[in-house]
């Protein structure tokens, strides 16, 4: 778990996050058109 700002406001995540300078790890996201996208997408 790590503590983070969301604003003012302190925050908990599950899980940890990635070290700073690390490659981000593999994540799908939905758009606004329900269309789901996954980071492997964007490489390059």
Not at 2 to 13: C, E, F
């Amino acid at each position: 778990m790590a503590q983070i700002k969301l604003g003012s406001n302190d925050a908990n995540t599950i899980g940890n996050l990635p070290a700073v300078g690390s490659p981000a790890p593999e994540f799908v996201f939905t758009t606004v058109d329900m269309k789901d996208v996954r980071l492997s997408e964007y490489r390059g």
